[in-house]
């Protein structure tokens, strides 16, 4: 009977190894691991984080990822690239990234010079990387001049920053108009006062010759540091200098001081361009509501460029309670990488790198379909960027511009452009 017993319990050990050792693998869900790659003590980064944490999370509760016939949950790997200080602790992240965490594929990166750098490294491992913040044009020329190195890169959001500039110089145009309508001024004066970054070299250069072509005077050009933290020399020398309007460029944190000083200031010129900090919903109370009638072309605003782009943006705050700047397009790149990785049927990057050239997606921020050289069609029809201006505490769409003036385009809640009543009672007849 002992003899029995003996042998009916190593049976029913044999078999209880046999059923942990068949169920443990299948038990555990199988994982695609995405890093998620920017400066995360900055709200660039923290946009990069959180944009690809809300994709995770509605991708996973839909069940995950289907590779073949096999579903696959996400993970996501928050990598600090540390880029707005340090050009190679950002390489070195990349690497890390790749060799240490193990991680299948990319999103994120920021500051152009960094995301050179980071690029190159994804690249050496053949590892997709969809960019989610740097416009350099030259990070998709290197594809088309290298496909086989290069082919691996993706831009999701922004623009390049040609078209950025394009942009640009639409809101300048639609300032300038109401400035020569309402206060008489036929040929503003504008200062340029981008900071000094590789991304904004080419809208400077693009300022200085294009803007006295089209009825302008360029006063002077400024370029503070991206993260300098009192530019008051700057717009002293810009007030003195007669100008009627600031063209600004900036993705760094210098955005909160700059509007915050200009505006405590009341420096009588219209202040138009880029300015990534006033594109989130913090940048009210950060400049102290100092920040009235500043404008900054925008991905996102309460309108509806899609029928995704609301929800979205209710999600988002819902999320983590704050408005989505631009680079929380890692929501898009999860889910434009989600759809080629199905298409494929797996994870061989050269499979999937063949899909997502074949990318078609209306989204958040319009339609994305990727040019030959891996970066973001820009027109009417697919991604066109709006113009936002602060006005009483609220961010509105002041571009496209209501009533569907440019190339027809018309969001429902798309209001006028204000100019700051100081500047009017400065400059007015």
């Known amino acids: ?223 503070p540091s991206p993260t300098a933290t009192d530019v008051t020399a700057e717009l002293s020398a810009i007030e003195a200098a007669g100008a009627h309007m600031i063209f600004t460029s900036f993705s760094g944190p210098v955005g909160v001081p700059y509007a915050a000083q200009w505006g405590e200031l009341e420096i009588p010129a219209a202040s138009v361009g880029i300015n990534v900090e006033a594109q989130k919903e913090g940048f009210w109370d950060a400049t102290g509501g100092k920040g009235n009638y500043e404008m900054t072309m925008n991905t996102y605003a309460r309108v509806n460029i899609t029928d995704e782009t609301i929800p979205f943006i209710d999600r988002f ?9 631009y680079s929380a397009g890692t929501y898009e790149a999860l889910y434009i990488l989600k759809a080629a990785i199905e298409r494929a049927g797996t994870l061989d990057s050269d499979a999937v790198v063949a899909e997502l050239e074949n990318t078609d997606r209306i989204g958040t921020a319009g339609r994305t379909v990727f040019t030959s050289d891996h970066d973001v069609t820009w027109g009417p029809g697919y991604v066109v960027g709006l113009g936002v201006q602060w006005q009483d505490g609220e961010m509105k769409c002041v571009w496209p511009p209501p009533g569907g003036e440019w190339e027809g385009v018309d969001y429902e809640g798309a209001v006028d452009y204000i100019l700051p009543p100081w500047m009017v009672e400065a400059w007015g007849p």
């Open 317 to 325: 705050i819902a999320r983590v309670g704050e408005f989505p700047t």
């Open 1 to 223: 009977m002992k003899r029995v017993m003996k042998g009916a319990i190593i049976l029913l050990l044999a078999c209880l190894v046999g059923v942990a050792t068949s169920c443990g693998p299948a038990a555990a869900a199988k994982e695609i691991k995405i890093g998620v790659i920017g400066p995360m003590a900055y709200v660039q980064g923290e946009h990069h984080w959180y944009g690809a944490l809300l994709a995770a999370e509605e991708i996973n509760a839909q069940g995950g990822i289907l590779v073949g016939d096999e579903w696959y949950q996400v993970t996501l790997v928050k990598v600090d690239s540390n880029e707005m200080v340090s050009v190679p602790d950002a390489a070195s992240a990349m690497e890390r990234a790749i060799t240490v965490d193990k991680v299948d594929f990319l999103v994120g990166g920021f500051r152009t010079e960094a995301v050179f750098a980071m690029q190159d490294v994804a690249m050496d491992y053949a590892k997709i990387f969809l960019g989610c913040g740097a416009s350099t044009p030259e990070l998709c020329t290197r594809v088309a001049d290298d496909y086989d190195r290069y082919k691996y890169w993706f831009r999701v959001t922004p623009m390049n920053s040609t078209y950025l500039g394009s942009v640009d110089f639409m809101l300048l145009g639609m300032v300038a108009e109401k400035i020569r309508a309402e206060l008489g001024i036929e040929v503003p004066k504008v200062a340029i006062l981008a900071e000094k970054a590789v991304w904004a070299d080419p809208i400077v250069a693009g300022a200085k010759q294009l803007l006295p072509a089209i009825g302008m005077e360029v006063v002077g050009e400024w370029r």
